[in-house]
């Protein structure tokens, strides 16, 4: 709760102030010039010293985060641009892809373009390019507790072929480091449909650095194509950004707590007092985690990017066994946890929770594909 860092009950803090605002709270604004011009965000205040902002025009995405003001999320050239320069060619999406700590994959493809059933399926679909309509933001106490939220809803529709309904929502109890995304997608049309959704969220320098380290609940690990096998064993450790690196992506598949769920951080014990952020999500609700190892020079990230399927097409995921489409009327639900860790103390807290589900030994499984990726 917010009184944790203020020292300060609910009745102390609002006779210390005449508005919350003054600890945390959401401001609605636009964007002014350039690509970003018109662009709705809203700015989050968590009182905890996490401060980020949700794009509304952009698939109510999270673009830059910061915690005590220290980056957490790579962020690219671009920045953020407004919807309407989208292009589905190919894999001009990149040139709209403004990085950020969430952006959101889907909902009909999820990774390489492709054409499916007679229609052009961009690089990881649309829906980060997809502005939100219904969007209310609440800022209050519920009893003694100091909620952010945030939602909308997002649709994914072609007259006579799907109509996908994505209702999302944003939780942040003040005070607290954690921020909560809960997806709900409904099929509201008369026809099943695929759906692939890929939580691509983009974690930067200082909390990646040659001196971090990534630690999952890991149980086996698919390297994605023969140059990615090369390396696989380093995959959870990085280096300082270098020339002409050619992307790692690392498929994980988890072990799950009691509860069901997975977990993956980004630790860096070095920085400061330690920084880290952890991922957490249900294994029954996304059951794959593509890990995007990216050490170039001015590309340096890692995502950590949990998902419904492999990060490979709609046109080949239609074909792998398990493949489940959404059926008419048929409503799944996605919850994902993204947490800073603040302190070498937290980060050991954190560490002995995912080392007990991670497995004894690593299996290493062969490439999933066997030509090389032209993703970048």
Partial sequence: M?????????????????????FCGIDRVQYCEGKSKGVEALFFRTGSGLNFTVLPDRGLDIYNAEYNGIPLAYLTPAGVVSPKYYDKQGWSWIRTFGGGLLTTCGLLNVGPPCEFEGELQGAHGRISTTPAENVIIYQGWIRDKYFL??????????????????????EVLAGEREIHVEDRITNEGYRSSPLMILYHINIGYPFLSEKSFLMTSLKSLLPRDPDTEDGKKEYNRFEKPRENYFEKCYFHIMNQT??????????????????????????????????????????????????????DSVANEVKRKGFRPIEPGERRDFKVKI????SKKEIEQKMKVIQALAAPKLKFLPPIIKERSKSL
């Fill in 2 to 22: 917010i009184k944790k860092r203020f020292k300060l009950n609910k009745r102390e803090m609002l006779e210390c102030t005449g508005s919350m605002k003054q």
């Fill in 258 to 311: 009691a509860s069901g769920k997975a977990m993956a951080g980004i630790f860096n014990p070095e920085f400061e007092d330690g920084i880290g952020v952890v991922v957490e999500w249900k294994v029954d609700e996304l059951p794959r985690m593509t890990q995007w190892k990216m050490l170039g020079k001015g590309l340096y990230v890692n995502g950590l990017e949990p998902a419904n399927c492999w990060c």
């Fill in 339 to 342: 947490s800073v860790v603040a």
């Fill in 149 to 170: 939220t945030a939602q909308g809803t997002l649709r994914e529709e072609r007259l006579n072929k799907y109509n996908l309904k994505m209702e999302r929502v944003f």
